[in-house]
């Protein structure tokens, strides 16, 4: 049976921030990591695998958090993992190439070595959502830091009520994980369904908002906790469209992204509100800023 | 189909509650099974717009045709949809293309024959009206957010 009642966590308190994942050592040190691989997702996205560079370095990060990635001699991009959290011997990271230091990632190779510091920030509430339908919101590049949540809620499926992910991606040709959301398709006890906002005559799936989704999801609204990640405008649209269906807003958790710099909340670059991103998220329960993310100045 | 088996789908319908047993009534006179192969067309651009569909099985991509490109898909509707407003508004031209993807079962419902029901009876076309506008009202803003390409990087 399960517990219907919604979590009421809000983001991680102060002493469950200590349980999560920290640096090992000095947060500001960058620690080398080799490049295993370099997976080509999309035109513009890509993945890379990383493995320790020294026999002792390890890495436990949980379903949501980041890492500072350092590309030598070019500058240093936080990045959520978007690898399996049961796996520290290899990190992922899913990263769109948009500027100087993310085009310098793409251009590694394996066997090259880049600095990691991490991880850092708050993660998706996979602990709280146990005994819970769990909607998973998806937009864009945006089911990258996701990943680590699915695959935690997979690997203990049986905590979890209904599971579903809900996908929007620019087109067919920006659609990441193509193999694994096939295979995660194929399962009888995750429905995923992915929709575009652009296609040809070719493309045979959905066309049409990811909102859309959450209208037609089945779900128990007043036992559903909501993972969204994704363009901020949709999240907001989402957010929308499931108080619509009855989840409350309490039960809706958001990863932002701002200009996050330190990572450790001292330089102020990310702060939103009365929130610094990199230390109070990047994970965030949506009724907490909803309306910080309204205001156009912040 | 029996009637009765007409009334029992629009009755459950989300889209026609609340409609009191009488305009369900009429909205029954005016359907009927329709079935469409994948690749078919259910209406074509510039055609006469005489009736609307809900969707009981498939999809059907809403497509506007551009020079070069073919048919470039705006949205689709699935099983449970209502497709197709332009049978109340004048011109009652459609103006895009509805193509089949799948096997498509549904209810067309005459709009011609509504068209004039709800001239006789006004609570029947304020129903109608407000039901078709929430779809237009919903269509419209996606239309607006799909128009901000979210995902393009900065967004």
């Not at chain 1, 009642?5 to 000095?26: E, G, I, Q, V």
């Not at chain 1, 959905?206 to 007043?222: I, K, M, S």
Request: proline share 6%; glycine share 10%; with cysteine.
């Amino acid at each position: 049976m399960l517990d219907t009642k919604a979590p009421d966590s809000t983001n991680p308190t102060p002493a469950a921030m200590r349980l999560l994942p920290a640096p090992a050592a000095d947060p500001m040190r960058p620690v080398p990591w080799t490049v295993r691989r370099v997976l080509r997702e999309t035109a513009d996205t890509f993945t890379l695998a990383l493995a320790p560079a020294e026999a002792d370095t390890r890495l436990a990060f949980a379903a949501g958090q980041f890492n500072m990635l350092y590309a030598f001699g070019l500058g240093e991009v936080p990045i959520s993992a978007s690898g399996d959290p049961a796996r520290s011997d290899e990190l992922l990271h899913t990263i769109r190439a948009v500027g100087a230091v993310t085009r310098g990632l793409r251009r590694a190779r394996p066997g090259d070595r880049i600095g990691v510091r991490g991880p850092f920030g708050t993660a998706w509430p996979v602990e709280e959502a146990r005994g819970h339908d769990v909607v998973i919101v998806a937009g864009g590049i945006g089911l990258a830091p996701l990943r680590p949540a699915i695959h935690h809620l997979l690997a203990h499926r049986g905590q979890y009520g209904r599971v579903s992910l809900l996908y929007g991606a620019r087109s067919a040709g920006d659609i990441l994980y193509r193999r694994e959301l096939s295979r995660w398709r194929g399962r009888f006890d995750l429905s995923v369904e992915v929709t575009v906002d652009r296609a040809g005559s070719e493309w045979q799936g959905r066309v049409g908002l990811v909102t859309r989704l959450v209208d037609r999801a089945v779900l128990e609204p007043a036992s559903t906790v909501a993972l969204l990640c994704g363009p901020e405008v949709m999240m907001r649209c989402a957010a929308q469209a499931l108080e619509e269906r009855g989840v409350p807003q309490a039960s809706v958790y958001v990863s932002l992204e701002r200009n996050m710099k330190c990572a450790v909340g001292l330089c102020g670059h990310c702060q939103l509100g009365p929130a610094l991103v990199c230390r109070d998220g990047p994970v965030f329960r949506y009724d907490r800023l909803r309306r910080v993310l309204a205001v156009r100045e912040v | 189909m029996s009637t009765s088996g007409f009334e029992q789908i629009l009755g459950r319908h989300p889209f026609f509650a609340d409609l009191d047993p009488a305009q369900l009534a009429t909205l029954v006179g005016c359907a009927r099974n329709v079935r469409f192969e994948p690749g078919e067309y259910l209406f074509r651009e510039g055609e006469a717009a005489d009736c609307f569909y809900m969707l009981r099985f498939g999809r059907v991509a809403v497509e506007i045709a551009t020079p070069g490109a073919g048919g470039v898909t705006l949205e689709t509707v699935d099983a449970g949809d209502v497709l197709g407003w332009s049978w109340l508004f004048p011109p009652y031209k459609w103006h895009f293309d509805a193509r089949a993807t799948s096997l498509v079962r549904a209810l067309a419902l005459d709009g011609v024959c509504l068209r004039g029901k709800c001239g006789q009876d006004a609570p029947l076309g304020l129903a109608l009206m407000t039901r078709f506008a929430r779809v237009a009202i919903q269509r419209l803003e996606a239309t607006q957010i799909q128009l901000l390409d979210l995902y393009t990087a900065g967004r």
